[in-house]
């Protein structure tokens, strides 16, 4: 999907469905060579990924499998490995205080190009409960059957 020299790599619909997001913030990564190409070709999983904000006060993004890219020779690229994320610093430290004094925790939510370079989409986000999950799951239902029911018929 391409909108306005973004493509869009990945989506985290999982992560709707887990958590409730707050505040959204875009980010680069740190990558090697190898690791770009496997992303332009898709071959990256982000359902499993969170962001920590180590004791050096860099947001770093765990659990995200990268695959190996499929002409990538020896020197190929490790699939899950930290890595550096690229915010600002008054970002940062607003992330670090949220995660700590909320309770709140950092989820990606899309992988995307933007003007060459690859870029995340991170959101803040709190638990859902199972309750909450049901619930958010029969206003979606209820939102879809008034969708179909206003749209006009195609007979």
Request: hydrophobic share 35%.
């Amino acid at each position: 999907m391409v909108v306005q020299g973004i493509k869009i790599i990945v989506t985290n619909r999982k992560a709707g469905h887990e958590y409730e997001l707050g505040a959204k913030y875009e980010a680069g990564i740190v990558l090697k060579g190898t690791e770009v190409k496997s992303i332009r070709a898709g071959r990256i999983n982000i359902a499993d990924g969170w962001v920590e904000i180590d004791n050096k006060g860099e947001a770093i993004l765990q659990e995200v499998q990268i695959s190996h890219y499929s002409h990538g020779n020896v020197m190929n690229h490790e699939e899950k490995q930290p890595r550096k994320l690229l915010l600002s610093r008054a970002e940062i430290t607003k992330i670090a205080h949220q995660t700590e004094t909320k309770g709140l925790t950092v989820v990606p939510t899309k992988v995307y190009l933007k003007n060459g370079f690859v870029k995340i989409e991170i959101a803040m986000a709190k638990g859902k409960k199972a309750h909450d999950k049901r619930q958010s799951d029969k206003t979606k239902d209820a939102n879809r059957e008034m969708a179909r029911a206003l749209r006009p018929s195609r007979t």
